[in-house]
Each structure stands twice: as structure tokens, then as C-alpha cells.
């Protein structure tokens, strides 16, 4: 299983509306390596619910549910999504101070790459983060 990290600006689409409608599809990704990533996902992997600019806080965790196909909002082939369920809403939030912070974390993408959308996770980040969420799956 690999893992990732996926952000979402709450005012667009937050975590609350996700568990609401119980599963989407992963859309609005124009960044290559973003791109690539969904791409790469699996269906069974699993990723960070990442609030970006307001909150700026990982909240969540989903399930890929269906693996990488054309963005259906838009005719540019080059774009793709990836469906998601819901999976578990972390106990305690990890915000990204909480991240930056911590020196186990300090080659993950969320710090690296604060700007890219989709972000792979090690699985040594992926316990660090669930640690810190004081959450187990």
C-alpha cells in the first residue's frame, strides 16, 4: 500500500462535505507532478486530508477507491482523477506548524512541496502523523 497526502481548500470542499457525500472524485489537478501522483495511486491506498489555506491542517483520512481516469471536467486528456471515500476524521488535527515542527518530519512533502496538491507520504511519515494525531486505523 502506498500513501499520500491530498489538499483541499475547506471553503471549496472540506472534509465535513467529503464524509457528507461519502465519496468524490479527485478533480482540478493541473500541476504534472500532482498529476502523476493520482497517477500512481492505487486502489486501496490511502491519504491525508489536508485543509490548505484556511486551517492548514491534515484532518482526515481517505481510501482510494478507483484508480486514475480523464478528468470529466475537462476535454484536456492530459488531466486525470482519482475517486475517494472516507475513511476515519483524525482525533486531534496535525496542523502544519505541528509538521514543521517536528524534526522526524522535516523531508516530508508537506514541507518540501507546501504548494503541490498531491504528495506522496512515507510510511514512517504516515505513523509520525498518526502519532501526532493521537489516532489509530
Known sequence: MN?????SEPFKYSWDQFVNDKETF???VRNYQA???LRAM???DLAFWYHSNEGMEIV???KV???SYQDPTTDDTAWLVVNFKPVKKLKKPVSLATVKAD???EKMALVKAQRLSVQPV???EWEIILELAETKL
Open 3 to 7: 500513501y499520500w497526502l491530498i489538499k
Open 26 to 28: 479527485w478533480d482540478g
Open 42 to 44: 492505487k486502489k486501496g
Open 35 to 37: 498529476r502523476n501522483n
Open 122 to 124: 512515507t510510511p514512517e
Open 65 to 67: 477507491t478507483k484508480e
Open 60 to 62: 482526515g483520512i481517505a
Open 103 to 105: 524534526i522526524r518530519l
